[in-house]
Every structure is written in structure tokens, then in C-alpha cells.
């Protein structure tokens, strides 16, 4: 071996090693008299600041027939206030050489900005000014409800499996709001009236239903000065904030249905309940996808895609939600294959994973996949302060940004074969098969 391939070898391990080491990430967090809940983070390394505005509202927090209510907040925020005009919310950020967007989760609305570090006081005053006092007028309405429904049309209508998510959802829950997605219902969102909407906005956009995280390039002391003078004057929220109590009775029978899609190649989903977001079961769930379909050397992959090559794509996602959720199972069949075959063999490899503990080999490597995705999260300032807002909103526990990787080693091998045997039965799925629609239907 030449000294050249040598040293080569050794840089890729010290980067590989370099890249799996934990670093602290230290942050100060504290609660205004209002309610919002403010964590600041100090990471010089770049002159960059992240703001991040998170609200605990989602589309669970809707009404069955107002759906689509926390995803139309997210393009109506960005039409200005009395102080910033409609339309300039996006330039007044970029003129400054900064960056912007928001999004929609069943659980969250996140709006985020990043900016150079000189521009700090910007961001702050513009994120302050829409929980102020966002403009929610007839004009503003309008023009969000035709964006809104050509988003869902060009998304979810009109582009291939793109109503997977729905589809799932709506077969696998029958009284918990995960049952709607994010992006709703266009009739209902024709429906609301003005009065409506106010009444949203004033009921969650509020400083005692949000954190908000400044990460990057800021001093301490003085960025608590500036999140007094533009957040602290914010009036608390007064009314009730909207909680569903509901909990989804467990499934006791398989569902099974067909989707026609304008699709070339047929498709089989199988949904199976799992439970939410920080429980000991979610962190073995989570390294079992690994197992099943994290890279190409996974035993889906492998089994579906290379050796078979009945699949052109597998994967397999445990969603992270707040509520128990859902395990899915994804596949799109080459030509000539079918949904029956992918279903036939997904299973087999899941029996594989009931019957017998997975390799030591495999473990080994799930866990290292697992550890260099937890730090690969947070080497960004965005990327850390989208996670502590995550930690505090959903766990209650800021910190977490720095141990939950140690939730993910706790896990054993019998933990991976005790939840495949528990949550993924029969009894409990839904399985979908998405075929290509004729001239007929």
C-alpha cells in the first residue's frame, strides 16, 4: 500500500471521527413575562445569526372542518404588518443578504431567518412585528387562499404519489386529527371568513404559544436587551389554546384499499401505529428504519432494490410526531412487478427482523448511522436552533439537544426485535396499493 492511499485512509477516519464527536452545544434559555420562551445560543464561528420562531400549532390543532388553518398562517404571515408593507416581507430580508422561509408540520409552524450577524436587530423587528400585529385584512385573504390552492394542486393533485400522505393518514386514523394533513382542504378554506382567521391568529400566534431561538453570532447579554425591547411588549395571549384530547382507539382489523393515480409504475404503503416522539419504543423504531432502509447496504435495499430488483425505490419512515403516529413502509415497483410482490417481500424481512436478533455487525453500524446523523443535525446555527426549539417545544427539556443520542444507544438488539414484534402486526396496518389509473377511471 502506498504512503499516499495511507494518509488518505487516515484523513478519512479522522474526518469520519471528527464528524461523530459530540460538542457540547451550551445555550441560555429563560421565559419573558408574556410567555415566550427565549433560548440564545453563541457560535462565533461564523458571522451569522439564526432566528427561529416556533409556534406549538399544527394542523392538529384545527377543526375537522377547517382544516388547512396553520399551513395558510404560514404563507398569510408573510404579508407584512402596518409597518412593513404587503409584499416587501421577503425583499426587506434579502436586501440585507439574508434568507427566509416558514413551514407546516401536523404539530408546529416554524418561521425561520437567517441573517448576517449586523442585521440582527432586523430579523427581530420583523418577526415582532407579525406576532404584533400581522396584517389579516379581505385583501390579504384572498390572495393567500388562490396561492394556498394552487400549492395543494401542484403538490399533492397534480404530481405523482402525491397524495400518498393523505391517503395514508385518512385510512389509518379515524378520530385523531392526524387524520387531515397539513396542507387541508381547499373547501375549507374557501369556507372561513375573516372573522375566522383573526380569530386563529389571536388564539396561537402568540408569544405564550412560541419559542424563539437566536443562534450564531450574537453576545449574550445584549441580544437578552434586544429580545426585551422588540418581544417583551407583545401582549399574552388571553384566550384558550386549543389541545385535542383525542386519543385514536387502537386497530384491531387490517385496512386495505386501492389508490388510481396518474402513476407509471404501481406503488405499496404500509402504515402501522407506532407510538409518539420521545418514548422508549419511538428510539428503537427509529433504528429499525435504519436497519430496513438507512442506505443502500440496508436489508430492504438490498433485498428489493439490488438483488430482486423488484423495487426502484424502498424506504421506510418512523414519523416523529408529538401524538402516537405512524410506521411507514414505502415502495415503488419497477415495470412488470407489482405492489403484491413488494408487500410479499417487505414482510418477509420483517419476519426476518421478529424471528432473529440482527447482526452484531448491523447493530454496530445502525448505531454509528444513528450517532453521525444526531451531530450532522447541528452543525449548522440553523440547524441547532431548529432543534432546540424542537427540544423545549415538544420534550420540555432544551438540554435533550445534548443527550438524546444517548436514548438512541440505550437501545439493544432485543429492543429492535421486541417493537417489530409488538407494533408492526397485521392487525394494526394499513396497506395501500397506488396503480396506475386507465382511460376509464
Known amino acids: 500500500m502506498s504512503k499516499r492511499i495511507t494518509f488518505a485512509i487516515m484523513l478519512a477516519v479522522l474526518a469520519a471521527a471528527t464528524a461523530c464527536a459530540q460538542v457540547n452545544i451550551k445555550f441560555v ?155 387541508g382542504s381547499a373547501q375549507y378554506i374557501d369556507r372561513a371568513t375573516v372573522d375566522e382567521f383573526h380569530q386563529f391568529y389571536k388564539t396561537f400566534y402568540v408569544p405564550n404559544n412560541a419559542c424563539l431561538v437566536l443562534a450564531g453570532d450574537i453576545d449574550i447579554e445584549k441580544t437578552k436587551g434586544l429580545v426585551a425591547k422588540y418581544y417583551g411588549d407583545i401582549p399574552r395571549g388571553t384566550g384558550e389554546i386549543y389541545r385535542p384530547k383525542v386519543t385514536e382507539p387502537p386497530q384491531t382489523v387490517e385496512v386495505r384499499d386501492t389508490v388510481y393515480d396518474n402513476i407509471q409504475l404501481p406503488a405499496a404503503i404500509e402504515a402501522y401505529h407506532m407510538p409518539g416522539q420521545g418514548t422508549k419504543d419511538y428510539y428503537a423504531l427509529s433504528m429499525l428504519t435504519t436497519l430496513l432502509s438507512g442506505g443502500e447496504s440496508s436489508r430492504l435495499n438490498k433485498r428489493l432494490v439490488d438483488k430482486e430488483k423488484i423495487a426502484a425505490v424502498v424506504q421506510s419512515i418512523p414519523f416523529e410526531l408529538e401524538d402516537p403516529s405512524v410506521f411507514l413502509i414505502f415502495g415503488i415497483a419497477n415495470f412488470g412487478k407489482s405492489p403484491n410482490e413488494l408487500e410479499t417481500i417487505a414482510q418477509q424481512e420483517i419476519d426476518r427482523v421478529k424471528k432473529d436478533l440482527i447482526t452484531e455487525s448491523e447493530f454496530t453500524k445502525i448505531r454509528n448511522q444513528k450517532e453521525t446523523g444526531f451531530v450532522e443535525k447541528n452543525r449548522t446555527v440553523i440547524g441547532k436552533a431548529m ?21 438512541f444507544m440505550a437501545v439493544t438488539r432485543d429492543d429492535i426485535k421486541r417493537v417489530a414484534n409488538e407494533y408492526l402486526v397485521d392487525k394494526s396496518r394499513t396497506v395501500l396499493y397506488y396503480l396506475p389509473k386507465t382511460k376509464t377511471q
Open 387 to 407: 432543534q432546540l426549539a424542537d427540544y423545549h417545544l415538544f420534550f420540555g427539556d432544551t438540554n435533550l439537544i445534548n443527550s438524546e443520542s444517548e436514548r
Open 29 to 183: 434559555e429563560y421565559d419573558l413575562p408574556n410567555g415566550l420562551h427565549v433560548i440564545l445560543h453563541q457560535d462565533r464561528s461564523v458571522p451569522i445569526v439564526a432566528q427561529v420562531m416556533a409556534y406549538h400549532v399544527g394542523s392538529k390543532n384545527e377543526k375537522p372542518d377547517r382544516t388547512g388553518f396553520a399551513h395558510f398562517f404560514e404563507h398569510l404571515m408573510f404579508e407584512g404588518s402596518p409597518h412593513i408593507p404587503r409584499g416587501q416581507f421577503f425583499k426587506m430580508v434579502q436586501n440585507a443578504g439574508g434568507e427566509l422561509n416558514a413551514f407546516t408540520s401536523f404539530d408546529k409552524t416554524v418561521y425561520y431567518i437567517s441573517v448576517p450577524s449586523n442585521q440582527l436587530e432586523l430579523a427581530m423587528y420583523m418577526e415582532s412585528e407579525r406576532m404584533l400585529q400581522l396584517k389579516v385584512d379581505s385583501t390579504g385573504i384572498e390572495t393567500q387562499r388562490g396561492v394556498v390552492k394552487e400549492e395543494r394542486k401542484q403538490s399533492l393533485e397534480n404530481r405523482p404519489y402525491g397524495s400518498l400522505l393523505e391517503q395514508t393518514f385518512s385510512h389509518a386514523y379515524k378520530v385523531h386529527p392526524y387524520r387531515w394533513v397539513p396542507i
